[in-house]
């Protein structure tokens, strides 16, 4: 999440949010939240309904819950996914930034075509 917060900004920027999904409950979150002055969104998952949503992978001999990263288009469709096989696999942030630069184009496209 430390990676997420160095380039928050420039995320924004390209009109993303950034929500956090964790297996801790609501006062673990807060917690680690504050503590790290983490400026995006967190949701609390203890029972692990949003992860099974997603089909986020729980591997109990691996630290529990495996990072996923997913990129979800305004009309709800998730146009990227990653799910790590460990707690150092998660993509960088300079490879999120050129993602959400190319759904941006493909956004605008569209939006050029419709409006002709």
Do not use: C, W
């Amino acid at each position: 999440m430390a990676q997420l917060r160095q380039d928050y900004q420039e995320i924004v920027n390209k009109d993303a949010v950034i929500l956090v999904v964790g297996p801790e409950d609501q006062a673990a979150f807060q917690d680690y939240f504050s503590k790290h002055e983490l400026p995006f969104i967190g949701l609390p998952d203890p029972e692990h309904r949003v992860a099974n949503l997603y089909g986020q992978q729980v591997k109990l001999l691996r630290a529990g819950r495996m990072p996923a990263m997913m990129i979800i288009d305004k009309a709800g469709r998730v146009r990227f996914q990653h799910y790590a096989d460990s707690m150092r696999d998660i993509p960088s942030n300079q490879a999120i930034l050129e993602i959400l630069d190319t759904l941006n184009q493909e956004e605008n496209i569209g939006t050029e075509y419709a409006t002709n």
